[in-house]
């Protein structure tokens, strides 16, 4: 499959999932517990961060035992991560950044992916190698709203999952502009939740993000 169709499907499964939560364990059993959770509030999509030493075997997993759930590897930050993560199962790769050796391995990787960037010359070298979905990392600390209105003149087509200091306020305004296919956040899924394993408030919080998706969705 080519880098265009790899992308048409990141496209579409980020445009699916519509919000991605951005999922830190430290344990198998928070892995399973938090990801059910949020597949039961509405939000069957999750980017499982690789920041923990747990990380990588949760990810086989969760491909093991959740088979509704639609993992995406987090935090890619080395080759040998992106190759450990599609051997685990992942469904998807996210990179917080691209420097240009990644972008080799992710053009080339045969799964969709989703290359972090921060700035319009980074957006544009990852277009230029074909990339048509990127995330918007750090969103807020980067310009939020007005940076990804500004980017909608020069690169229409470049489709954005901003995340990184969203909450479940200012969501939908970032939902609703035009270029944006998905917003990651972890506002349903903070630290202190998983480590008490407050499973009902992640489940609130999940169906009240996905009530945020479909009430931008159908306007
Ligand atoms: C992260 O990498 O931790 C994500 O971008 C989540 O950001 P947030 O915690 O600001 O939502």
Redesign the pocket.
């Known amino acids: 499959m080519t880098i265009a169709a790899h992308q048409q499907r990141a496209e579409s499964l980020l445009h699916a999932a519509g919000i991605l939560p951005?999922v830190?364990v430290h344990t198998l059993e928070q892995a399973r517990a938090v990801s059910a959770a949020l597949l039961e509030g509405g939000l069957p999509a999750i980017?499982l961060?690789l920041r923990t030493p747990v990380a990588m075997e949760a990810l086989a997993m969760l491909k093991r035992e959740l088979p509704d759930v639609v993992v995406g590897a987090?935090?890619v930050l080395t080759v040998e991560q992106m190759q450990q993560a599609i051997d685990a199962g992942a469904d998807f790769l996210v990179t917080?950044g691209t420097p240009a050796h990644m972008a080799d391995a992710l053009a080339a990787a045969p799964l969709p992916v989703v290359p972090g960037a921060a700035s319009p010359t980074e957006l544009l070298a990852l277009y230029a190698r074909g990339f048509r979905v990127c995330k918007l990392?750090?969103?807020?600390a980067v310009g939020g709203l007005a940076m990804i209105k500004g980017l909608a003149g020069p690169i229409p087509d470049l489709k954005l999952c901003p995340?990184?200091?969203?909450?479940e306020t200012t969501a939908a305004e970032y939902l609703e502009q035009k270029n944006v296919v998905c917003i990651?956040?972890?506002?349903m899924v903070?630290n202190n939740w998983i480590e008490s394993g407050d499973w009902e408030k992640v489940k609130t919080s999940a169906a009240a993000a996905a009530q945020i998706v479909s009430r931008v969705r159908t306007r």
């Open positions: 951005v830190t980017e961060t987090g935090t917080p990392f750090p969103a807020s995340t990184g200091g969203i909450t990651g956040g972890s506002w903070p």
